[in-house]
Nanobody, 123 residues
Framework: QVQMAESGGGLVQAGDSLRLSCEAS????????LGWFRQAPGKEHTFVAG????????EYGDSVTGRFTISRDNDKNAAYLQMNDLKPEDTGVYYC????????????????WGQGTQVTVSS
């Protein structure tokens, strides 16, 4: 089963940018949709962005639309989340997972979660 590994987080100031990466353990990744979720301290996981297996369809959470861009490179078994104009409310641990059921906005459809990568945005 595909296992994901997230990286690229860090401590930044409001208005800065970060690019998160998500690498898959298997080539089957190329046939799976991918989603990014965020868990802020003391809160539930929130859908951030998702992308179809081909990259042709994307979906974003309301709070990140226009600031974040999700992409993937199936040749590299990887996906990315470009985050611009970061805000303190973007702070949290970011996880990526894959879905056998197409692009979904509910976490329960995804599996293969990694350890996550911490993003902290100071004001």
């Amino acid at each position: 089963q595909v296992q994901m590994a997230e990286s690229g987080g860090g401590l930044v100031q409001a208005g800065d940018s970060l690019r998160l990466s998500c690498e898959a353990s298997e080539r089957t990744f190329s046939r799976l949709a991918l989603g990014w979720f965020r868990q802020a301290p003391g809160k539930e996981h929130t859908f951030v962005a998702g992308i179809s297996w081909s990259g042709g369809f994307t979906e974003y959470g309301d709070s990140v639309t226009g600031r974040f861009t999700i992409s993937r490179d199936n040749d590299k078994n990887a996906a990315y989340l470009q985050m611009n104009d970061l805000k303190p409310e973007d702070t949290g641990v970011y996880y990526c997972g894959v879905s056998n059921s197409g692009l979904q906005i509910t976490r329960g459809w995804y599996h293969g979660w990694g350890q996550g990568t911490q993003v902290t945005v100071s004001s």
